[in-house]
């Protein structure tokens, strides 16, 4: 083993954990939370929606496969969901500092101090994640020595303004034409719209995307509490006087929710794993899909003419709306699911047949 230094993770309870740095050597604070995830930490960690929080991976063993290089292709990253490291920090169980893919350019650690970003290795994961999963998500700090600072509650703030796209970008040249609000999208959201014969214009969060024509919009997954995105919630209500379908995932799930009329809460922990299982309402249809997300709808608070799609089999959650009679649907989890499982992926097969029809009209 290297020589490293040693920092410490402390939670806003008072319980402090020690451990070695692998990363960036800086103090951070930010919300603690953990995710079951075995394999993706390079999809993982570019992940928009964890914007803020200091993620804890219940996987013993991390940095065995290194990290990709960042190939360009259709205007966006090959390997990565977004352009740069969004977690604020990193704590694992065991790092690896032997690497061995066929595709890594370079380790963990070297990528993370490349992006300026905290990890922590040899702490006890599992007590920790047993506090977050009986206390809840916690505000933490990491700190090295000599450079104490203050706790940070990342969702006081509108996080989906910090990582959405400053003006309008275009991907793809297909036959439909989809308005994507970019409140945080992964990367693997465009991909799988592109492979669906369409042109996918990106529009900031707060851009009124109902000046644009188009043939369908797309709410994307991103960070923070959705009471924070109002802008983008009244724009969700003006498209839903039309009948232009809409779809949308996570983030995108709840904005929905909260422009049809409902209200939305927060999760004790929180769903972030590539392994929940969720049953689509009215079936014995039961899927295994990627989450990632601290806010849920309360889909008791649904107007009349929406009803929940999905629901989580663990904990009876929503995991998706739709509306009775016109073309509007999200998910809670990720059909795109980089790095998988792709059960789910289907669900834009069904966007864009609802698109097929709109032009019919």
């Given amino acids: 083993m290297q020589n490293v230094q040693k920092a410490k993770l402390i939670l806003e309870d008072g319980t402090v954990f020690e451990g070695k740095s692998f990363g960036y050597e800086k103090s951070i604070a930010g919300e603690v939370v953990f995710y079951t995830a075995m394999t993706g930490y390079p999809e993982s960690l570019t992940d928009p929606s964890y914007t803020g929080q200091i993620l804890v991976s219940t996987y013993p063993m991390i940095g065995n496969y290194g990290v990709p290089n960042d190939v360009e292709e259709d205007g966006i990253f090959r390997y990565f969901e977004s352009d740069k490291i969004h977690v604020s920090a990193l704590i694992i169980s065991d790092y690896s500092f032997e690497y061995s893919h066929w595709n890594a350019m370079k380790s963990l650690g070297d990528w993370l101090k490349e992006n300026e970003v905290p990890g922590l290795f040899d702490i006890d994961t599992r007590a920790l994640t047993k506090i977050l999963r009986e206390k809840g998500s916690m505000l933490g700090k990491i700190v090295f020595e000599g450079n104490e600072i203050d706790f940070y509650d990342p969702n006081e703030e509108n996080l989906v303004s910090r990582v959405s796209v400053d003006d309008i970008q275009t991907y793809g040249n297909g036959d439909h034409k989809v ?15 592109l492979r669906r014969n369409t042109t996918v214009i990106r529009v900031p969060w707060d851009y009124d995307f109902n000046t644009i024509e188009c043939d369908g919009i797309f709410l994307s997954n991103g960070p923070g509490d959705p009471a924070m995105v109002q802008e983008t919630v009244e724009n969700v209500g003006k498209a839903l006087d039309d009948v232009k379908p809409i779809m949308g995932i996570c983030l995108g799930n709840q904005l929905l929710g909260r422009a049809a009329g409902g209200d939305t809460y927060k999760l004790k922990y929180g769903h972030r794993s590539h392994n929940q299982p969720v049953l689509m309402t009215g079936t014995d249809k039961c899927y295994i899909t990627s989450q990632n997300h601290g806010y849920a709808i309360d889909d008791k608070t649904l107007p009349e003419d929406w009803e929940p799609l999905f629901v989580n089999v663990n904990d009876q959650t929503n995991e998706g709306i739709r509306h009775k009679t016109k073309p509007f649907f999200s998910t809670q989890f990720h059909p795109e699911a980089s790095s998988g499982p792709v059960d789910t992926e289907f669900l834009f097969d069904d966007f864009i047949t609802n698109i097929k029809k709109y032009k019919k009209q």
């Fill in 179 to 193: 308005v994507l609000v970019d409140c945080g999208v992964k990367n693997n959201i465009i991909r799988c719209l």
